[in-house]
């Protein structure tokens, strides 16, 4: 107080005042408790784990909860549980979901501006550039998008989020198919499927802009997918060209 030239702070309180007043905070604090207890349940969580994928590495990770994640390779979650929801935030890539039901505790899935919310089903989500893909393998799901609109998801739909694209519901024959070692391509444009093919492999694949909206429909083997880039040209208007990136060798299509 002298060094700001403020007047002298009173002196602190002895004896039964400062006695006094420690009781009456401590009697305070008593009559806030549960207050504090429901706020601490509510935003502090009870399980919390940070996952990640290399490259051409899947990841099944048990929940406390009894659900399931399956994590795709080159792809990031974070999951964090608490008292009235269980919440996860996918980062990076494609993860499936099996959701053990909890009416008391939903549980949300956010991807970029998109949440899926579900008591308990099986579904995926995944991070397509700037699109949000939902498909749902069994139950229901309520997608709701960046600008608050809500879609609701049944068994064998699918949902692809975008900006500036109409958002439409479109049936799908398998959810997750890269579980099983396949990826299946609705007219997807080949730079996509190349982003997709490395996540499996070291291998680079480059795309020139007058091939990246060429539209692949199909499905392709993960551990044939070497082959499946030479067989390329037969089906496209393209050719694949092997040049030296470094330590390794690249593709440009």
């Known amino acids: 107080h002298r060094w700001r030239g403020d007047t002298a702070a009173p002196a602190p309180r002895t004896g039964r005042r400062r006695a006094l007043s420690t009781l009456l905070g401590i009697a305070g604090l008593g009559v806030g408790s549960p207050t504090l207890w429901l706020a601490w349940r509510q935003w502090m969580p009870q399980y919390q ?45 494609s993860a499936f979901f099996a959701v053990a039901r909890d009416t008391e505790r939903p549980f949300v899935v956010q991807a970029a501006d998109v949440q899926v919310t579900v008591l308990g089903t099986r579904f995926e989500v995944a991070l397509e550039d700037d699109a949000v893909l939902v498909a749902v393998d069994a139950g229901r799901v309520q997608v709701r998008d960046g600008s608050g609109a809500r879609h609701e998801l049944g068994a064998g739909q699918m949902l692809r989020l975008a900006p500036g694209q109409t958002a439409a519901v479109q049936t799908v024959a398998a959810v997750a198919a890269w579980r099983e070692g396949w990826l ?14 490395e996540r499996y492999s070291l291998q680079p694949l480059r795309v020139e802009p007058d091939a990246a909206a060429q ?22 208007p393209v050719s694949v060209q092997e040049e030296e990136q470094g330590p390794g060798t690249g593709r440009t299509l």
């Open 215 to 236: 539209p692949v429909l199909g499905r392709v083997r993960i551990a044939a997918a070497q082959g499946w880039l030479r067989m390329l040209p037969r089906t496209l």
């Open 184 to 197: 299946d391509f609705q007219n997807t444009p080949l730079a996509e499927v190349a982003r997709r093919l």
């Open 49 to 93: 784990v940070r996952l990640a994928t290399a490259t051409g590495r899947l990841l099944n990770q048990p929940l406390p909860d009894g659900s399931t994640l399956t994590l795709d390779a080159s792809s990031r979650a974070e999951v964090d549980f608490y008292a009235t929801r269980r919440q996860v935030r996918l980062l990076a890539g």
